[in-house]
C-alpha cells in the first residue's frame, strides 16, 4: 500500500473562500487525508493536492448556486463537491446522495463532527429516488460519470425549471455536444459551460449547466413521478 503524503498547509485562498468556516475545512481536509485514504475514499497520491484540486475546486462552485435553494449532490462519494459546498454555503440545505455504505458511513460521520446541521445524508442510488426524495432545485456532480448518463440519473430529480451544475473537466463542450440527444428526452431547455473560482483555483473550475423546463426528465419521468406521488390503495381506502 502506497503510504499517504503530508496534507500541506491550506492555501490563504482557502482562508478567504470559506471564511468563519475555515477551522471546519481544515477538519475536513484532514479527515480526508486521514480515514479517507484509509477507507479507499480518494488516492493517497491527492493528498498534497487536496486543497487545490479537490476542496477549493468544489468550493468556487457556489459561485452559480442560488441563495436558499434545495441541492442533492448525486454520488457524493467523499463529500465531493457536497460538503465545501456546505461550509461555504450555510444558507442551502443540501442532500449527499451515495450508495455505498461505507461512504455514506463516513459522510455521516463527517457531517456529525462538523456541525452541519443544513446537511442529510441518504444512500441509495439517484435511479432509485424518484417519489422517495423531495424535488429539488439544483443537483451537483463531481466525476460521477459520463454527462448523458449522469443526466438520466440526475435531471428527474429536480424541480421544474430546476437545474444540475456538473464539475467537468477540459472534455466540458466534447461531452455536451455529444449528450444534446439525451438531454432533451429529459426536458433540458439550456445548457451551457461556464468556468468559476476565478483568482482562486488555477486552472479555474469548469460546470456544465443543464436547465430543465416543466417536465424534469421528459414525458418518461413525468408518469413515474405521477405514480410515485399517487396515495396507495390502502391510504386512499382511510
Not at 480515514?35 to 488516492?43: H, P
Not at 466525476?143 to 467537468?168: C, I, Q
Request: glycine share 10%; charged share 25%.
Amino acid at each position: 500500500m502506497t503510504e499517504a503524503a503530508e496534507l500541506p498547509q491550506a492555501p490563504e485562498a482557502a482562508r478567504t473562500v470559506f471564511g468563519e468556516f475555515f477551522p471546519e475545512a481544515v477538519r475536513y481536509a484532514e479527515l480526508l487525508a486521514d480515514a479517507g485514504v484509509k477507507r479507499g475514499l480518494i488516492g493517497p497520491r491527492e493528498v498534497p493536492r487536496l486543497w487545490e484540486r479537490h476542496l477549493l475546486n468544489c468550493a468556487v462552485l457556489s459561485e452559480v448556486v442560488p441563495e436558499g435553494v434545495t441541492v442533492c449532490d448525486v454520488g457524493s462519494g467523499a463529500g465531493l463537491p457536497g460538503i465545501p459546498l456546505a461550509l461555504v454555503r450555510p444558507d442551502l440545505k443540501i442532500t449527499l446522495l451515495e450508495p455505498l455504505l461505507r461512504r455514506t458511513t463516513f459522510l455521516q460521520e463527517v457531517v456529525e463532527l462538523l456541525g452541519l446541521d443544513h446537511v442529510t445524508v441518504v444512500r441509495g442510488r439517484a435511479e432509485e429516488m424518484l417519489g422517495k426524495l423531495p424535488q429539488v432545485h439544483v443537483v451537483t456532480a463531481r466525476a460521477v460519470a459520463p454527462l448523458d448518463r449522469l443526466a438520466g440519473w440526475g435531471v428527474p430529480l429536480l424541480r421544474p425549471y430546476g437545474e444540475m451544475l456538473a464539475l467537468k473537466g477540459d472534455t466540458a463542450e466534447e461531452e455536451l455536444r455529444g449528450a444534446r440527444a439525451a438531454l432533451s428526452k429529459l426536458g433540458v431547455v439550456d445548457t451551457s459551460v461556464i468556468q468559476v473560482g476565478e483568482g482562486i483555483v488555477d486552472p479555474l473550475s469548469t460546470v456544465v449547466r443543464v436547465e430543465v423546463g416543466e417536465s424534469p426528465g421528459g414525458i418518461r419521468f413525468a408518469t413515474k413521478r405521477a405514480k410515485a406521488n399517487r396515495p396507495s390503495r390502502s391510504r386512499r381506502r382511510r
